[in-house]
């Protein structure tokens, strides 16, 4: 069983950077596809980043593209969420995802986080 912990959520005015970490623990970290998923109130859970257990390939959502940044540390079991250039829209809790294999959507991830909440003011 893997734990999924974020931190790193809170409010912030547009225009600004915030930084998400997930630590992971009960498992081999290396051998997991890590992202980063959001919801904002009334709307599914969505896609907004991952990255690959080996390479460390990165994937993004097209509305973060340019803005958010997602990296790995195995040696500290972390995985980070660079966010900058916040916009009001990108309000929603996120989550922290780990996948034993290739899938890189909601469906496909095995372990889930409680998640953190980022609100972004206009």
């Known amino acids: 069983q893997v734990l999924l912990v974020e931190s790193g959520g809170g409010l912030v005015q547009a225009g600004n950077s915030l930084r998400l970490s997930c630590a992971a623990s009960?498992?081999?970290?290396?051998?997991?596809?890590m992202g980063w998923f959001r919801q904002a109130p009334g709307k599914e859970r969505e896609f907004v980043a991952a990255?690959?257990?080996?390479?460390?390939?990165?994937y993004y959502a097209d509305s973060v593209e340019g803005r958010f940044t997602i990296s790995r540390d195995n040696t500290k079991n972390t995985v980070y969420l660079q966010m900058n250039s916040l916009k009001p829209e990108d309000t929603a809790v996120y989550y922290c995802?780990?996948?034993?294999?290739?899938?890189?959507?909601?469906?496909?991830?095995?372990?889930w986080g409680k998640g953190t909440l980022v609100t972004v003011s206009s």
């Open positions: 009960g498992g081999t970290f290396n051998r997991y596809t």
């Open positions: 990255i690959r257990r080996s390479l460390g390939s990165t």
């Open positions: 995802a780990a996948n034993t294999g290739m899938g890189l959507s909601t469906s496909h991830m095995d372990y």
